[in-house]
């Protein structure tokens, strides 16, 4: 079996198991948001797999309602950025000029802020909330799929395939869209699926710091924060939660480093074959 298969199957089963175990928590568990005071700071039991916090809500019914966010949020941020990134980069490569210099100016201008720091000042412009916090990801996050993608287009624009398709009288929209694009777009996708492991915390980190989700909203960071105080006596509030993030971001890690093994096993094969 292919090392780079047997890691993205069992990267799938982590991040499947958490997703499906959120769809049936929807219906099985309480509701994120309701409380019963008579039951606050419940260690960890069979009615309250993962305990309850403060205002006696179900730790695990928020944590499995965070899924959604912080997974929803991580990959529409993640792809958006790859779609703008990859556009802009192979249109950069492809045409040359004065439109690469400006894209990719633009590009190592992002590049050049902390990730964090752009992410953040990006949520202080259009306030505290899920929606600031995606828009700075996808902001901080284009400009090296740009680059990648331009770096791959400077290298196929004279590749025999192209030029072939000019000399045919192609247009340039056909060209990219049916010729580069299928060649640049694979190790900007094998990279996002790592990117997206470090969305998540970002997104997590900025609920925690108030600048995400805003109580009493059930997401992984907020979950988190609200614990904070209760670590020695209530640990179950933090850990928990904890545990699944970690367990979601090495399911996405298995995942990219597999689908990162297959692409090198792949064009192996394919420069053997062109070697013959």
């Known amino acids: ?43 960890p039991s069979l009615g309250h797999l993962f305990g309850t916090d403060d205002l006696g809500r179900d730790v695990l019914s928020r944590t499995l309602a965070g899924t959604w966010i912080d997974l929803g949020v991580a990959f529409g941020a993640t792809y958006l950025s790859v779609l703008i990134g990859v556009l802009a980069g192979t249109v950069a490569g492809y045409i040359g000029g004065w439109p690469e210099r400006v894209i990719m100016r633009l590009a190592d201008v992002v590049i050049a802020f902390p990730f964090i720091v752009l992410v953040i000042a990006v949520v ?28 791959e287009m400077r290298s196929l624009r004279e590749r025999e395939f192209i030029q072939a398709a000019r000399t045919l009288g192609f247009s ?4 990219v869209l049916r010729h580069a694009l299928p060649n640049i777009v694979r190790p900007s996708l094998t990279y996002s699926v790592s990117d997206t492991v470090l969305n998540i915390l970002y997104i997590a980190s900025l609920s925690y710091l108030g600048l995400g989700v805003q109580p009493p909203g059930a997401e992984w960071g907020v979950i988190i924060a609200d614990g904070q105080q209760y670590l020695l006596t209530a640990w179950w509030i933090s850990t928990l939660p904890g545990l699944v993030v970690i367990l979601v971001g090495i399911g996405l890690v298995l995942i990219g480093d597999g689908t990162a093994d297959r692409f090198r096993v792949n064009r192996y094969r394919l420069q053997r074959e062109l070697a013959r």
Not at 27 to 36: I, K, T, W
Not at 132 to 151: E, T
């Open 1 to 43: 079996m292919n090392p780079g298969s047997a890691s993205v199957r069992v990267g799938l089963a982590f991040v499947a198991f958490v997703v499906l175990a959120s769809a049936i928590g929807h219906f099985a568990l309480p509701a994120p948001d309701a409380q019963n005071l008579a039951q606050t700071l419940a260690a």
């Open 124 to 151: 202080a412009v259009l306030g505290p909330g899920i929606k600031g916090a995606a828009i700075g990801l996808v902001v901080a996050g284009w400009a090296f799929y740009a680059r990648l993608s331009h770096a």
């Open 172 to 175: 340039h929209r056909r060209i």
